[in-house]
């Protein structure tokens, strides 16, 4: 007998089940980015502005504000609420209730930053999204707890093993994280080549693929892809890479974007979803490697299987 939702380790998350939730949280962790983006170093290929993945929801992470003090910033997906905690032991919070509107949380949560002494010049305004700018934005304003709660198990169980899959690789590679713009749980693999400039790339573009590179993760879904799903692709996409073999029965490459895919639920419900999506992630990398020429043996640790 499987758990309920509330100890699943791998919960249901239907798209249609939250959609306007999954779209008013999308907004909600863009304007933390924005302030992770406004405050840390730069690092390459954006890795600066993602938000991590906690125990009970996404952080920030420490971010200096140039006064001897660093603040973090911790949206708490269990608890349902927003804290930003300063390195003096300040605590600023404010709770995530059943209709809050886009508004609504960008008020509170610069006013928050006001009450700890910090300034922070950031653009407010929606990032490939539609609609207003964020301290206009009263349309989203749906908060279901109970599907933010699932979505932050799910965000564990999976980050959890793209860590392990992770460790078998020794080259550069990025941190588990989630990417605020697309709101997506990712990880990725270098060569350690540079790659072609994309043709028409703008500056965000060009340093997040200015390197050859084998990219993993997770998306709840959207309007191209109308239910939760783990990808892969390989970038530059090298020729033969959607005829390599994927093992996974509900795996599919998208012959025309070159993306590997397997949908959530085949993994929930499989009867290791551990060994299940840690087959898929291999699959996937070892298809792109091999295509592309990067050498298997050199970049994989001893540990590995």
Not at 15 to 31: E, N, P, V
Not at 67 to 72: F, K, S
Not at 180 to 192: E, P, Q, V
Not at 215 to 235: C, L, M, N, R
Request: one cysteine or more.
């Amino acid at each position: 007998m499987r758990a309920t939702a509330a100890m699943d380790p791998w919960p249901a998350l239907p798209l249609d089940g939250w959609r306007d939730t999954k779209d008013t949280l999308h907004r909600y962790s863009q304007m933390i980015g924005k302030i992770r983006l406004a405050l840390a170093p730069f690092a390459n290929h954006w890795w600066h502005v993602t938000l991590h993945v906690t125990v009970d929801g996404l952080t920030t992470g420490m971010l200096p504000v140039g006064d001897g003090r660093a603040v973090e910033l911790r949206l708490d997906l269990r608890e349902h609420a927003m804290r930003i905690v300063d390195s003096r032991g300040a605590v600023e919070q404010f709770a995530l209730l059943p209709r809050f509107a886009c508004a609504r949380f960008h008020d509170e949560l610069l006013a928050a930053l006001e009450r700890l002494g910090i300034t922070v010049e950031a653009d407010m305004t929606p990032y490939d999204l539609d609609g207003p700018p964020f301290h206009e934005d009263r349309e989203h304003d749906t908060y279901d707890g109970d599907a933010v709660a699932r979505f932050a198990q799910v965000l564990r169980s999976s980050t959890a093993v793209l860590e392990e899959f992770a460790g078998r690789f020794n080259g550069k590679q990025s941190p588990v994280h989630l990417f605020w713009h697309s709101f997506d749980l990712a990880h990725a693999r270098f060569s350690g080549r540079r790659a072609p400039t994309r043709a028409g790339a703008g500056v965000v573009e060009a340093e997040a693929y200015s390197h050859e590179t084998i990219a993993f993760g997770f998306w709840p879904g959207d309007e191209q892809v109308p239910y939760p799903a783990y990808y892969s692709y390989t970038a530059p996409a090298p020729d033969g890479l959607v005829s390599q073999p994927l093992t996974a029965r509900a795996a599919t490459w998208n012959e025309a974007s070159g993306t590997a895919i397997l949908p959530y639920d085949a993994v929930r419900t499989a009867a290791d979803p551990r060994t299940t999506l840690l087959g898929f992630l291999e699959d996937a990398y070892r298809a792109g490697a091999r295509t592309a020429g990067w050498d298997l043996a050199d970049l994989a640790t001893r540990a590995a299987p």
